[in-house]
């Protein structure tokens, strides 16, 4: 094969046909033949074909006159062989990852794919429907006939997910936009199907989409082939592009698609294997087709349409839940659902293009169906598998395995959209089933309770009921959560328009002195307020998650906790903390319309949202007493705090409540049960304690406040540490905690940092430092404490050293300095060879990289004003003649950092990309330090950007592109020529050179090296030029040889000679897209 393309100039035209004929000859007179053997030789074949096409000396025609000829024999041995000849030929002209490698350009393998997508990729399509049209009407196949079949299903499939090249004047637009060639031929994912107008009569006759749909009724029950078919279909679905004349051409396409699905889909029983097939028909006509094409669809074909969309979703949803239920391996019903679902939320996003209301229905049967499925019998179906018998045993529940809120995220996302759309029905019903649950699970504790009482043995309570209520109230918080609010990440979040205006809607049935009853009495049934029915269905369904809440609490009381399930506990944290971003002191002001009954019980200065931030405040402070010991339940709740006292307005409330003061005092005097607290909610509890010290208060009060908070802590440090005997006693367990309990909470003291507070919290923060880094020469062998000593630094960098001003800068450089020395100092020697070891153990060389790249980033991010933030205190400039500068920390640091970055430390992910993110950083902001490095050093780094740039991933590659322009910069002005700088950019040059011309590369990167080429050819010209001379000497064609010398002319020609002109840069780079284009595919060999 290799032999014929190499030699193909040489060798007569005659000779290269006879060659093709007899390895043809070969392989149809060995019917027997290896199959490897079989597809080798016609993948020679192929590779014939398709050099032949391009000087037009083999003609395709010919190959598809005998292929035409080996289907109509019926022989079907000879038919799976034409199929396997049209095969090779896809593959070898698709130019993706699939063609042969054969020494020829990009740019030859584009021209070969496009000349054959226009005829013969269609030729092979009309052969392939005929067989296929030929073997749907034989009643009966035998398992060879049905083989046969099989492989012209999959070469149809092939044809049909065709990566189509655009016509070659588009293409030549897209290219001078500096799309590179080679970015035509990766090979693509999920391609949908995009042919060009030369397809129209081929893929608009409707006889084509018709003969799917038939093939599929034929072969449904293989569950192979009905992939392959439900696939074309799929791919049929998703078709777009200059293939449709008009928009009614689109119209009359897809209402033939929906009638064929309809008619496919109604009266059977949809199998496993057709289900993920059938919803991505549906997902890519939604996705694919403009809104007004589906909305130009007859009006009974697009209710049909929407009915079963709706029938398919629920039937889906509920064959989904029995896949978990069985624990299944192959989830294929589930990922049917959630493409189902994905469908939905595009449809409901759009729908002000539909019909008023037109989805109000099917909102309401999808809402319906995943709640039956998700509780238990005899009100749904959860837990009750195919026989009605329940399933597998709670206790066999993995351990690992994630929250439902993470892993189901999208889902409960999509079903509290479409609970949004249908508010008027979803609301109520939630509430209710909240209500009737927790009612019920109040009177089953109390039942416990009594069985408990008259019997001794705790081991006799039937657990089943409890289970099932927890179980059910779990997904009906979940989903209430999703309904009422958004994920609450960035910005304030919005209460959703829908879920306001279902409100105001209602508000004028509303009583708004009962619903604030019934909201301020957790302890009571809502049904046992008179008038309840006149009440807000928004404020019910957060007072009846108040009311699980309070049945929870009150148990706790009654020693009742073993009966308790922390996972209710966490729902009910994670619902209130979404809730309470969302709406407790919504501002008004971001609403064009406020619900009256909203804003009653959730405005600012109003007593229900004083009530309800004492209520959740108590609340906070019950479950860290109790639940201490459960670290998720204990991490929810202290994050609700947090969510209480981050915005000030809710902050200024919470300080007025004693039971504020009262927790900040436990915790700083670390009582029980505080201090059993996990170290992670320890520190969120601290950063939350600190948030509420920047409320309002007079001057006097916070003082006492900070006495309180922050004094003790310190305090006890220092008493500890100022012990004569401290080294002794430093390795206990009781003192290694106390201090590994202080560095947690100075990491959440930092944590809290906001830039008015930042002043205070500095000032407090750097009275430890010092402390800290003596404590890393007591704890040099405890690696987890070391750990946590380098982080309180990271953190303190991360959070404020963007506001601080010069001379508190210099402060926090200064230390941080002296703990890279005692850092430095504790390892010199530590060997880290161990490429078996875990990434965890470098956690050390991470945190440091992380430091310094904290520190470096006051050079981009910069709030201070000279110490603006630290006004009216003292001013203390450090004297010059010590001044100590970020570059001096990072430089250092790096010094102990290169030594230690060994390749196998690269495998690494996050240290790798930390590593880089360093030395680009460094690169940037002080290249002038780069030259003074010592010399090991120095080549050390050279190495690692050489190893980044050729051997990492694309991200990693980018950045050492980045930091290679200022290097050259910077030697551009030093002017010495025999620097060692000078001569490693040297060598740089080549490396981006070659990147850029020669190597497939990622065409994101192209901006990146092309700035990097362009300052190292500043200062390196007549090396550049003789890389110019040596790539044009070595072509032999002259055609090559005058487009590449036109284009490398064209390339410099708005920059000659090259200076660091940033003007000069910008015209190079727009010269070099299209450098790219014009001979990126020439070079570029495969």
Sequence with gaps: MEAVVREWVLLEKSSIESLRTFLLTYVLQRPNLQKYVREQILLA?????????????????????????????????????????????LSEFSSSSKTSSIGLSMEFHGSCKRIFQEEDLRQIFVLTMEVLQEFSRQENLNAQMSSVFQRY?????????????????????????????????????????????????????????????????????????????????????????PVFPDESAQVSYLAHLVEGLLSMINGIEIEDSEAVGVSNIISNMITMFPRSVLTALPSDLFTSFINCLTLLTCSFGRSAALEEVLDKDDMVYMEAYDKLLESWLTLVQDEEHFPRGCFVQSAVQVFNSYIQCHLAAPDGTRNLSVNGVASHEEEEINEIQEDDREMFSDQLASIGTLGRVAADHCIPLLTSLVEDRVTRLHGQLQRTQQHLMASSDPESVDRKVLDDLYEDIHWLILVSGYLLADDPQGETPLIPSEVMDFSIKHSREVDINTTLQILGSPGEKASSIPG???????????????????????????????????????DIMWFLRRWAKTYLLMDEKLYQQISIPLSAAF?????????????????????????????????????????????????NMVVQCENWWNLAKQFASRSPPLHLLSSSVQRTLMKALVLGGFANMDSDTKQQYWAEVLHPLQQRFLNLINQENFAQISQEEAVKQEIIATLEALCGIAEATQIDNVSSLFSFLMDFLSSCIGLMEVYCNAPETINLIIEVFVEV??????????????????????????????????????????????????????????????????????????????????????????????????????????????????????????????????????????????????????????????????????????LAEQ???????????????????????????????????????????????????????????????????AVIYQRLADAFNKLMASSTPPTMDRKQKVAFLKSLEEFVSNVGGLLCVK
Aim: aromatic share 6%; charged share 20%; proline share 3%.
């Design 797 to 966: 960098a991360h959070k404020q050293i963007c506001y601080l001003g010069e001379s508190k800068s210099m402060k926090l450089y200064e230390a941080c300095l002296t703990l890279l020395q005692v850092y430095s100092k504790n390892n010199v020697g530590r060997r880290r060879n161990d490429a078996t070891a875990e990434e965890d153990q470098y956690q050390d060389l991470l945190l440091i990289m992380e430091l310094l790249t904290n520190l470096l980033s006051k050079e981009f991010i910069d709030f201070s004003d000279t110490d603006e933030v630290f006004r009216g205190q003292e001013q203390t400039t450090a004297s010059p003649n010590r001044a100590v500068s970020a570059a001096d920390v990072v430089l250092y640091g790096v010094n102990i950092i290169l030594p230690l970055m060994s390749q196998d430390l690269l495998k690494f992910p996050n240290l790798c990309n930390q590593y880089y993110k360093l030395i680009t950083f460094i690169c940037e902001i002080f290249p002038e330090k780069i030259p003074q490095l010592p010399e090991e050093l120095f080549k050390s780094l050279m190495f690692s950007l050489e190893l980044g740039m050729t051997l990492m991933s694309s991200e990693v590659s980018q950045l050492c592109l980045e930091a290679l322009s200022p």
């Design 153 to 241: 299903l999959a070469l149809a499939n092939q044809v049909l997910s065709w990566n189509f090249l655009p016509p070659n004047h588009i293409l030549s637009l897209s290219l001078s936009r500096g799309v590179h060639y080679i970015a035509m031929f990766e090979s693509a994912q999920n391609v949908m199907l995009k042919p060009t107008e030369t397809w129209r009569e081929a893929l608009l006759d409707t006889r084509v989409m018709d003969l799917f749909f038939t093939v599929h009724r034929k072969i449904r029950e293989d569950s192979d082939m009905a992939q392959d078919s439900l696939q074309c279909l799929a791919q049929l679905a998703s078709m777009h592009g």
């Design 532 to 570: 309840f029915n006149r009440t807000d269905s928004v404020i019910r369904l957060l007072s009846a998650v108040l009311r699980a809440s309070e049945v929870e609490s009150r148990a706790t009381r009654a020693s009742l906790t073993e009966l308790l399930s922390p996972q209710m506990g966490k």
């Design 45 to 89: 074949v192929a590779v014939i074909v398709k050099r032949g096409s391009l000087d037009k000396s083999i003609n395709c025609k010919s190959i598809f006159h005998e292929v035409g000829q080996l289907i109509s024999s019926g022989n079907p041995t000879v038919q799976t062989l034409a199929c396997s000849i049209l095969t090779a030929l």
């Design 603 to 651: 405005g600012a200065d109003t007593e229900g949202a004083q009530w309800i931030v004492g209520y959740l405040l108590e609340k906070v402070i019950h479950n860290l007493s109790v639940w201490s010991s459960e670290a998720e339940l204990a991490n929810d709740t202290v994050e609700l705090l947090v969510t209480l006292v981050e915005k000030r307005e809710r902050a």
């Design 971 to 1037: 030697c551009a002005k030093n002017q010495e020529k025999d620097s060692p700088l000078f001569l490693a950019t040297r060598h740089f040059l080549k490396l981006v050179f070659d990147m850029l011309v020669l190597q497939k590369h990622n065409t994101e990167m192209t901006v990146a090296a092309g700035e990097a080429l362009y300052t190292l050819v500043c200062l390196h010209q007549a090396e550049y030029s003789e890389l110019v001379e040596s790539l044009l000497s070595s072509q032999r064609d």
